[in-house]
């Protein structure tokens, strides 16, 4: 088992920053990736950043491309979100999430989740 836990979610002004955290812990593979996802009120859980782990490979949604970050620290088993120029259309509850394997897009392959935190940011 992965435990994922995350932190680092607020309220904020639009064109405003913030950095989510997700803190890894449990088991670990010899290849494995995680991902960034959110899902606003009334909408499908959506995909907005993947890294391997191992090569530090990165995919991004369109919609947060040039805008967003990820990136990994692996001492301390710990994955980022920098979030920068944020829209009011970024509203919503961000997941962290993991795999063994590549990464990936897409929200039924990833085995581990957190908790979620709530990223909202005002007009």
Do not use: P
């Given at each position: 088992q992965v435990q994922l836990v995350e932190s680092g979610g607020?309220?904020?002004q639009t064109g405003g920053s913030l950095r989510l955290?997700?803190?890894a812990s449990g088991r670990t593979y010899s290849s494995y990736a995680m991902g960034w996802f959110r899902q606003a009120p009334g909408k499908e859980r959506e995909f907005v950043a993947a890294i391997s782990w191992s090569s530090g490979g990165t995919d991004y949604a369109d919609s947060v491309k040039g805008r967003f970050t990820i990136s990994r620290e692996k001492v301390k088993n710990t994955v980022y979100l920098q979030m920068n120029s944020l829209k009011p259309e970024d509203t919503a509850v961000y997941y962290c999430a993991a795999r063994a394997g590549g990464r990936s897009t897409s929200?039924?392959?990833?085995?581990y989740w957190g908790q979620g935190n709530q990223v909202t940011v005002s007009s």
């Open positions: 607020g309220l904020v955290s997700c803190v929200t039924g392959v990833y085995d």
